[in-house]
């Protein structure tokens, strides 16, 4: 059997490499890096970045620890983007290894579809290859939307690519968007000595997350003194004498030197072809699916960003894994119930499963557990008693049906809380299982026993 | 020693006051209890607070706790000293650490608060029992 993968990012080289290891013949066709966004403009760059902020403000914390570090502690922007692209091709060059081991042909050009089992694809250097397969996975991913009256430039208008790529730290930026992106962001540049302004249309950062959990993040933002204005649009755009300058729909003006732009992602679904056989898209441009993630074409399959929903890496790779095997004659799905998701601000927050509002909406009856980061022991030895964590579980049941968390290393904790969801867990199975001192993951434990109002490190209510 | 000039609320907040200006602040067994004060969020001048309700948060390295308003009226002025040095509070509840000043329409909300004496005996009698 031969696939042909249009698209190396996290959903197409994770299709690869399981087609691969199914015994098929594989092709795989990349016209930019192999990684995609989330490993060369997303992901994996913005955690360098992170890593480096977060340094910095330990080092500017230091006293707080009893170290005295003495002269200046600044950031060398030049030396941080050189890391983060350091960082960034040696996992390509381990993506690309894994394709080696596993026989998996890599097309460095750009594909498009001309027939359901032949590809045409324009090399790098301008030849034209063809490439005929049984099964076709389209991985094309997205690209950052911006508003269309003010399309990125570069260099006053910045994307979240762009951002990565600077070569001086703005006095000034403002983030139009509150999200997981602009949120990041802000963070980063701060700790960088930008001064700092968010957008944000909706009445909440991070709207997307349960809302104690916004609260939360909104509260840290003005301990940064990140300034973050809800409820309003950007009206117009003025760039002169290399600043920018913003009308907001509520009538005032904010001037900052850069603007970037974090408004959402807008998928790749445009000129690979799609026309050319008849694969139906949505309203935003994705590319429908069915839970096997076939699209209405027998034998073309896509999955990742370019099919809409939630554009996460890792349920890219779940949905590459499923694409591969059902193009090998498997019958799986994807449980898009229990997708965790992170987001890394400081401090952390991730979640998996329901919100509390999705819960009632649904007209589950819930209990929740509520448990404060600054209890654990943990938490203050390493300085960081920010934040908390909430447990959802169906009160009928006791089975656990999501989780919410934001504090420090709330990215590596949640998958606890997902692994309980995942297999029907009850809240109370976790409030039984031992958890080791001093961790955070003993919060989680606190949590599930709060929600029986038998914390122990709680007081009486 | 909690101060005689001023008067307090059942929820652990004092006011002062001067005029038609009520300065408000925590009583200092709610900077104990609270321990370590590490943040306290500002508040826009211009709000307008209701008595009994919430008029900010302050954390501390225990807990987050809200701050009830003894008084009704409109914010005019922030302590904004604690924006950076939140723990002037613990040190100094009654006097560098006063949170914010509120306009008032009268004086018979402050009227109806605790005054030292009251508010002692509602101490040992109702909360140190708890």
Redesign the interface.
């Known amino acids: 059997m031969r696939i042909a993968i249009l698209g190396a990012g996290p959903g197409g080289y994770v299709a690869a490499i399981r087609a691969a290891q199914l015994g098929a013949e594989v092709t795989i066709v990349e016209d930019k890096e192999v990684g995609g966004t989330c490993l060369n403009e997303g992901c994996i760059p913005t955690k360098t970045l992170i890593a480096s902020a977060e340094l910095l403000h330990r080092a500017r914390n230091a006293k707080d620890f009893g170290l005295e570090l003495n002269g200046t502690i600044q950031p060398d922007i030049k030396n941080i983007i050189q890391r983060k692209d350091k960082v960034v091709s040696t996992q390509v060059k381990g993506i690309r290894g894994l394709f080696k081991s596993w026989g998996i042909r890599c097309i460095e050009g750009r594909g498009t579809i001309e027939t359901p089992k032949k590809l045409r694809i324009t090399i790098k250097n301008g030849s034209i290859e063809y490439v005929t397969a049984d099964r076709i996975i389209i991985a094309t991913g997205s690209r950052p939307a911006n508003i269309p009256a003010f399309p990125f430039d570069g260099k006053n208008i910045l994307s979240s690519t762009d951002a990565l790529n600077i070569d001086t730290i703005p006095s000034s930026i403002l983030i139009i968007g509150a999200g997981v992106i602009g949120c990041e962001f802000a963070f980063i540049f701060r700790e960088f000595g930008s001064d700092v302004t968010m957008v944000e249309m909706l009445p909440h950062a991070v709207s997307t997350e349960d809302e104690e959990i916004s609260v939360i993040l909104e509260r840290e933002l003005k301990k940064r003194k990140i300034k973050l204005l809800t409820n309003v649009r950007v009206e117009d755009v003025d760039i002169k004498d290399g600043s920018v300058s913003v009308r907001l729909s509520d009538g005032k003006s904010i001037e900052a030197e850069k603007m970037l732009v974090s408004i959402g992602r807008a998928v790749n679904s445009d000129n690979i072809g799609l026309e050319n056989i008849g694969v139906k898209i949505g309203r935003r441009g994705e590319i429908l699916v069915n839970e096997y993630m076939q699209t209405n074409i027998e034998g073309v399959y896509a999955i990742g960003d370019v099919v809409g929903g939630l554009m996460l890496a890792h349920l890219a790779s779940r949905e590459g894994i499923i694409a591969a095997e059902n193009a090998l004659g498997g019958n799986s799905k994807v449980n898009y119930d229990v997708i965790p998701s992170a987001i890394f601000t400081s401090p952390e927050i991730a979640s998996v499963g329901l919100r509390e509002r999705d819960a009632i909406q649904k007209g589950i009856r819930v209990k929740t557990g509520r448990f404060q980061f600054r209890t654990l022991g943990k938490a203050h030895a390493m300085a960081e008693i920010s934040g908390m964590i909430k447990l959802i579980a169906e009160e009928v049941t006791d089975r656990l049906i999501g989780a919410h968390i934001i504090g420090p290393h709330a990215s590596d904790l949640i998958h606890e809380a997902a692994l309980a969801i995942e297999n029907g867990l009850k809240s109370k199975d976790i409030a039984r299982t031992i958890h080791a001192h001093p961790t955070l993951s003993e919060g989680l434990m606190e949590a599930a026993e709060e929600i029986h109002g038998q914390a122990i490190h709680v007081p009486r209510r | 020693m909690n101060p005689e000039d001023i008067r307090y609320h059942r929820e652990h907040t004092w006011a002062r006051l001067s005029g038609n200006r009520i300065t408000i602040g925590i009583t200092d067994y709610a900077q104990e209890s609270l321990g370590d004060i590490?943040?306290i969020?500002?508040i826009e001048p211009d709000t307008d607070v209701e008595a009994g309700s919430e008029i900010t948060?302050i954390?501390s390295?225990?807990?987050?706790s809200p701050v009830i308003s003894p008084v009704s009226g409109t914010v005019v002025e922030f302590n904004e000293e604690l924006t950076d040095s939140p723990e002037i509070i613990n040190e100094d509840p009654y006097g560098k650490g006063w949170i914010a000043v509120i306009e008032v329409e009268d004086d018979s909300e402050f009227n109806d608060l605790m005054d030292v004496t009251e508010y002692e005996r509602y101490l040992e009698e109702e909360v140190k029992l708890r």
Not at chain 2, 61 to 64: F, I, R
């Open positions: 590490v943040y969020d500002a948060q954390e390295t225990k807990a987050t």
